[in-house]
Nanobody, 114 residues
């Protein structure tokens, strides 16, 4: 069973930064593709960024140049560094781990507001 625990969310002013972390309890973490997704109220969950088992990264157009995804296989943790935050980044952010199936964390709230 894979467990994912997100942390690092909170309230931040526009232009500010946050770093989300997702700690995984799983064997073979390095073989999983990891992702960050977000879901705003009344909207569908969308992929924000992903990182493959080989370190290849992808980003949604809305966050390119502002967000950076990274992973530390020794710590079994994936990160999302979020800079230049905007009010439209407000959402619940979910971590995912995918190999033969996809596992989800419980989510962490990010609110960007003055």
């Amino acid at each position: 069973q894979v467990q994912l625990v997100e942390s690092g969310g909170g309230l931040v002013q526009p232009g500010g930064s946050l770093r989300l972390s997702c700690a995984a309890s799983v064997s073979g973490f390095s073989s999983y593709a990891m992702g960050w997704h977000r879901q705003a109220p009344g909207k569908q969950r969308k992929l924000v960024a992903s990182i493959s088992s080989t370190g290849i990264t992808t980003y949604a157009d809305a966050v390119k140049g502002r967000f950076t995804i990274s992973r530390d296989n020794a710590k079994k943790t994936v990160y999302l560094q979020m800079n230049s935050l905007k009010p439209e980044d407000t959402a619940v952010y979910y971590c995912s781990a995918a190999r033969m199936r996809t596992y989800w964390g419980q989510g962490t709230q990010v609110t960007v507001s003055s």
